[in-house]
């Protein structure tokens, strides 16, 4: 007997199911020529469901003039497919919903272009209003992310128009978007100071950080895990293994969620092949410690937000299990025009990154994921004295500027506020008692050297040699590097042992 199963909830069945025979995934019974663009219908409009949005969607011209230009200008990143069509598929239907709240505040018959004119702009903002409002109050982050994705698809038509010769209505939405943009401040401004306040506040709080207890045990879960599925490979393990290796990537390296997934055959190749790191660059390096550290990673580069393009440090550890997932792609039925390294069965895209490190975190028993790990390397990276050269390198693995690490990511230095300022501040007041104990205090636990020198003296040399199992990460993520090398162990003696300290405390 046939089934027809929705592919959100299909797992649940193939759990269950004890017939062999493989599912033929369905495609539209209904063929729509609507649009010139046969690409664009298959990969966009086919996929709305029916629907009061999805009908109007695949019924409205100007709507699809507005996705599509969008589509066009995003679609030539063949890493960000995936993420283009939902981007694209999301901005269409907030836009529809809008219209159909336009629609209801209305008392007249409006069309889709009305909405782009000055008379109907009260109503515009009535529906804004409605759209965005819930049962717990204003949704913010909708109101602002809504307007955005308006003043673009008016941005659009602008251009549409202009195409078209469509003069008269050109001169209209030129004349519509001053008018909006001056009555933006009171339609916008309270829900984006309410998003930038929590933004600077709650997901910035250290109670948010994940603990380094647990990141301590995910990094020493998933590394045991992938040697285990690798030495015990069958294909019905080929999932998990591909999940482990993507969730140990993009915390190793405080990547964006899809980003570590995102990786191509053709990069996974470059840095197989050191192409970012020739051996003629390696052998003029002078530090022996750099030269080790050159020796224990490839390097690939891909596709971050927006334009930019940032690195992806591969460690050894995970090198052979990328072999295995290669290997075995056409065995696990993995199309040959699959362009990713991370490639599903079900599509031509890869996998979730998010989905990854959740399945993989929650297996260990931990609560970590991408967002909260970046904001933890951005912590601890704050907390360090680093040259104006190694921050810029930092700033570039992560994919940011300076400013938006500070004011997104990185926690208030709440601790070293107190520690500096209070001195300061009481020191003001007379209180010199406190102020010179603050200061006998602060001398002996602020300095990383001094830490790092008191961890080394504490240790045997066979206790130092046991701790050096532990990866480098903190130099590779943060360039941490100081040229005075107190104590080493023997198996490592090109290795710093500053790195060693700073890779047990803050492991990934």
Same mark, same amino acid.
Request: net charge positive; with cysteine.
């Given at each position: ?15 269950? *199911? ?31 469901? #029916? ?30 497919? $995936? ?12 836009? @529809? ?33 409605? &759209? ?12 602002? +992310? ?8 008016? %941005? ?35 829900? %984006? ?7 600077? %506040? ?24 992938? #040697? ?24 190793? +390296? ?18 197989? +092949? ?76 890869? *996998? ?8 993989? *975190? ?6 970590? $994921? ?37 004011? $997104? ?6 601790? $070293? ?10 020191? &003001? ?6 102020? #010179?104990?603050? @200061? ?26 046991? #701790?050096? *199992? ?6 590779? &993520? ?25 890779? %047990?405390?803050?492991?990934?």
């Amino acid at each position: 007997m046939q089934k027809i199963f929705s592919n959100r909830t299909f797992y649940k069945h193939k759990e269950t *199911c004890v017939v062999e025979s493989e599912p033929i995934k369905t495609r539209s019974l209904k063929t729509l020529e609507v649009h010139k663009d046969a690409e664009f219908v298959v990969n966009i409009l086919n996929k709305f469901r #029916d629907g009061r949005v999805g009908s109007f969607i695949r019924g409205s011209k100007i709507i699809q003039v507005i996705g599509y230009k969008h589509y066009l200008a995003r679609k030539a990143d063949s890493s960000k497919i $995936n993420e283009v069509k939902r981007e694209v598929m999301m901005e269409m239907r907030e836009l @529809s919903r809008l219209f159909i709240c336009f629609q209801s505040v209305s008392d007249v018959s409006v069309t889709f272009e009305d909405m782009y004119k000055r008379e109907h702009l009260t109503m515009l903002e009535e529906a804004f209003n409605k &759209l965005c409002m819930s049962e717990d109050g204003e949704k913010h982050g909708l109101k602002v +992310n809504l307007n955005s994705i308006f003043q673009r698809s008016a %941005k659009i038509l602008s251009g549409y128009f202009s195409e078209s010769k469509l003069d008269k209505q050109m001169k209209e939405l030129d004349k519509f978007r001053k008018a909006y943009n001056s009555k933006l401040p009171e339609l916008i401004d309270k829900a %984006k100071y309410h998003t930038e306040k929590n933004s600077l %506040k709650k997901a910035r709080l250290p109670k948010n950080l994940p603990i380094e207890e647990d990141m301590i045990k995910i990094h020493k879960y998933s590394k045991a895990e992938i #040697d285990f599925t690798v030495k015990n490979f069958s294909i019905s393990s080929y999932s998990w293994l591909r999940s482990l290796v993507v969730a140990r990537l993009t915390l190793y +390296n405080a990547r964006r969620g899809e980003e570590g997934s995102r990786l191509l055959l053709e990069d996974w190749h470059d840095a197989e +092949n050191g192409t970012w790191t020739p051996l003629d660059n390696i052998e003029e390096i002078e530090d022996e410690g750099e030269r080790y550290l050159l020796g224990q990673f490839k390097l690939a580069y891909l596709t971050g937000k927006g334009r930019k393009s940032v690195p992806l440090l591969i460690p050894t550890d995970v090198i052979e299990a990328i072999g295995v997932l290669i290997s075995n792609r056409l065995a696990f039925g993995i199309a040959v025009s699959n362009k990713f390294v991370f490639a599903t069965k079900s599509s031509m895209y890869h *996998c979730s990154g998010w989905h990854a490190v959740d399945s993989v *975190c929650e297996a260990a028993g931990v609560s970590v $994921n991408a967002t909260k790990n970046r904001h933890r390397a951005s912590t601890v990276y704050s907390s360090l004295d680093m040259s104006d050269k190694d921050r810029r390198i930092f700033f570039e693995h992560l994919g940011h500027s300076e400013k938006v690490n500070k004011e $997104n990511y990185q926690c208030p230095p709440g601790v $070293n506020e107190v520690r500096v300022m209070g001195k300061f501040l009481n020191s &003001l007041e007379g209180d010199s008692e406190f102020s #010179d104990g603050a @200061s006998a205090v602060s001398d002996g636990s602020t300095s990383v050297v001094s830490q790092e020198e008191k961890y080394v003296k504490g240790k045997s040399q066979q206790q130092h040699l046991a #701790d050096t *199992c532990i990866s480098p990460t903190v130099y590779c &993520l943060m360039q941490v590097y100081i040229k005075t090398i107190p104590v080493l162990p023997q198996s490592c003696n090109t290795a710093p042992s500053t790195i060693w300290f700073w890779s %047990k405390k803050y492991q990934f």
